[in-house]
């Protein structure tokens, strides 16, 4: 089992791990920890599709929503799945029109409602890092806005700009960190009020 999303609290003081099995059969799922990080249960997001690195955005208490990496060599795309009872029920998982492959996706849910995705925004590599938003649940997404876009036709030199992570500081601002080329972390700083009127 890896681990590659960030964990989250559940009010009674235990935590919401995601976890995924890429070996023999991709896989995603949830373990959940009590408060002494023992394991108490685990609820798997089935899918036959190789979807694996679940990003969790809770929406209340009870709600949660998975975005899912395409683990593939062909084409897909960012893909999706809602929670109830704190993330042990799964429902189907959907996929968007959000294009990519085999790439690490983010997520965050904005003040509005809205969900940001940051995804590698090609079907083929990673050399194109965005940003897109949603708000109507994933439904459908803004025209992505490229964060980092390298169209260098230099195939020898690997230009990567991958593995976002986010999360969202104590006064409200959004912390984007993701590998620069394989040799640096960069990290970015937003708010929602830049993504509302940036990223439509």
Not at 90 to 104: E, I, M, N, Q, Y
């Amino acid at each position: 089992m890896l681990v590659r999303g960030r964990p989250l609290p559940y009010r009674d003081g235990g935590v919401a791990l995601p976890v995924y099995h890429s070996l023999a059969r991709k896989w995603s799922a949830i373990v959940r920890l009590d408060h002494e990080g023992a394991v108490i249960d685990e609820a798997r997001i089935e899918d036959r599709r190789p979807l694996i690195q679940p990003w969790i955005v809770p929406v209340s208490p009870d709600r949660a929503v998975a975005f899912l990496r395409w683990s593939s060599r062909m084409p897909g795309s960012v893909t999706m799945a809602n929670a109830t009872d704190g993330g042990m029920r799964w429902g189907p998982v959907f996929g968007t029109s959000l294009v990519h492959r085999d790439a690490a996706v983010a997520a965050e849910r904005l003040s509005d409602g809205s969900f940001i995705v940051i995804y590698n925004n090609t079907a083929w590599d990673r050399r194109d890092l965005s940003i897109a938003r949603s708000a109507n649940g994933g439904r459908s997404w803004s025209k992505p806005r490229p964060i980092e876009r390298d169209t260098t036709p230099d195939w020898n030199v690997r230009r990567e700009y991958s593995y976002p992570f986010l999360y969202r500081s104590r006064d409200g601002r959004i912390h984007l960190l993701y590998t620069w080329q394989r040799t640096k972390i960069r990290h970015r700083v937003f708010n929602d009020a830049w993504v509302v009127a940036e990223v439509r």
